[in-house]
């Protein structure tokens, strides 16, 4: 069975550029969250998805970030506009229905240069 | 006050040693209570996962709760040079999905 996937793993973007990260659940797991972590920090909840539907985007910045997690394909993060202070790791965790265990993927490292 | 406390260390023992990991919570509502490893430029790991007050124990590993003082440890027994990470205590209060998350522990085991 197949961890959470996904990709890039490393994606280094100019300021300005759009960043697009991707999440493929585990199988039979229909909830997606993502986060970010700074290095030597936590991390910080941004968006949790279901099946096309965005559950709580509280975490998430209100321009430039969006989230979505089709009927079908993986869930995509999506930076516009890159900014340095974008540069950090965004892991994407996935759980089944109601169940508090979350499952991270191995987690995309953006470097905005 | 942070809704979980954790120490940021580093905590460096010698191998072999029994390693305490140990988080603070303010919220009693809280119920379900996990541990994540995480090494370095890779994601959390799921651990443990403990919903009562005691201990569960899986291999090396000793999960503790003491929910009377809103406390929750990780015990690693004969540690070893692979142990070192960062350790991540993660609580769920039952009523929604969001988990609170301590700021990790870094601990090193010295050969």
């Known amino acids: 069975n197949a961890g959470v996937m996904q990709n890039p793993r490393h994606l280094v973007r100019r300021r300005g550029q759009e960043a697009r990260l991707r999440c493929s659940p585990m199988k039979g797991h229909s909830h997606v969250y993502w986060y970010r972590q700074l290095p030597e920090e936590g991390l910080k909840f941004m968006v949790y998805?279901?099946?096309?539907?965005?559950?709580?985007e509280s975490g998430m910045p209100k321009e430039r970030f969006s989230a979505e997690f089709p009927k079908e394909g993986p869930s995509i993060l999506r930076i516009q506009q890159v900014v340095r202070g974008d540069s950090a790791a965004y892991f994407c965790?996935?759980?089944?229905?109601?169940?508090?265990?979350?499952?991270f993927g191995p987690g995309t490292r953006l470097t905005v240069t | 006050q942070k809704e979980v406390e954790q120490d940021p260390g580093p905590l460096s023992v010698p191998e072999g040693a029994i390693v305490s990991l140990n988080c603070t919570y303010s919220n009693s509502a809280f119920q379900y209570f996990m541990w994540y490893r995480q090494y370095s430029r890779k994601g959390p790991e799921l651990l443990m996962y403990t919903y009562s007050s005691g201990n569960k124990e899986d291999g090396r590993f000793t999960a503790q709760v003491d929910k009377s003082s809103k406390y929750i440890s990780l015990f690693i027994r004969d540690s070893q040079p692979s142990d070192s990470a960062t350790y991540l205590c993660a609580i769920n209060s039952g009523s929604n999905y969001q988990l609170i998350w301590g700021a990790g522990t870094k601990l090193i085991i010295k050969p």
């Open positions: 998805l279901q099946k096309e539907n965005i559950i709580d």
């Open positions: 965790a996935s759980s089944p229905p109601s169940v508090d265990e979350q499952y």
